[in-house]
């Protein structure tokens, strides 16, 4: 297992628009991906849009994501690069 933090950056949070560009780049992987909100110490299946929405992770907040399989390390890796890059939003 391979795991990293980083805190959401986009001003309206992981709300659906980048929610859904966030579980589209999961499904590259095969690994199992969850991604947990350290503030709630909730957490979910990275790859489901409706578990990841009942997150609520506004801007701010810290996440874990965490990933178990062959491509582990590359999967946590690039999906931190994509959530700290704001998805494109300002």
Known sequence: MYEKTTTIV???GLHARPASVFVAATK???SKITIKNLKTGK???AK???MLLTLALSKGTEVSLSAEGEDEVKAV???IALIDSGFGEE
Do not use: V
Request: aromatic share 6%.
């Open 10 to 12: 986009n001003k309206t």
């Open 77 to 79: 890796d690039e999906l």
């Open 48 to 50: 489901s849009i409706l």
């Open 28 to 30: 590259g992987y095969s």
């Open 43 to 45: 957490s979910a299946d």
